[in-house]
C-alpha cells in the first residue's frame, strides 16, 4: 500500500464534506478502498511517456449555411404548445 493512504480521519473529513453518514464499518471499507485507488495512481506514474508526433485531422464537415425550419414548422410535430413554444410536462 502506498505510504500516503488516507486515513480513518481523512475518509470522515471527505464524507463531511460530501454531508455523507458513513458509520465505523463504512468508514474502514472506505479508506481501504481509498488506498487502493491511490495505489493505481501510483501505477499509472510507473508508465512510461512516449513522444509522438501528433497526426490529427479534422474529420468534421465544414458549415453549411442553408435555411432552417419556420416556427411553424419546428412545432408541427410538437405534441402540445403554447404561445408558439414547445409545452411539456410540468417538472416538481
Known amino acids: 500500500?502506498?505510504?500516503?493512504?488516507?486515513?480513518p480521519e481523512e475518509v470522515r473529513h471527505v464524507a463531511?464534506?460530501?454531508?455523507?453518514?458513513?458509520?465505523?464499518?463504512?468508514?474502514?471499507?472506505f479508506t481501504d478502498q481509498f488506498a487502493d485507488?491511490?495505489?493505481?495512481?501510483?501505477t499509472l506514474e510507473e508508465v512510461p511517456e512516449v513522444?509522438?508526433?501528433?497526426?490529427?485531422?479534422n474529420?468534421?464537415?465544414a458549415?453549411?449555411?442553408?435555411?432552417?425550419?419556420?416556427?411553424?414548422?419546428a412545432l408541427s410535430n410538437a405534441p402540445e404548445t403554447e404561445d408558439g413554444?414547445?409545452?411539456g410536462p410540468n417538472v416538481s
Open 37 to 42: 485507488i491511490l495505489d493505481y495512481f501510483e
Open 63 to 73: 458549415d453549411e449555411m442553408r435555411e432552417s425550419l419556420s416556427q411553424d414548422e
Open 51 to 57: 513522444e509522438r508526433e501528433a497526426d490529427l485531422a
Open 16 to 29: 463531511d464534506l460530501a454531508r455523507v453518514g458513513l458509520d465505523d464499518e463504512e468508514v474502514e471499507r
Open 1 to 7: 500500500m502506498s505510504e500516503t493512504s488516507p486515513g
Open 85 to 87: 413554444y414547445f409545452k
Open 59 to 61: 474529420v468534421m464537415r
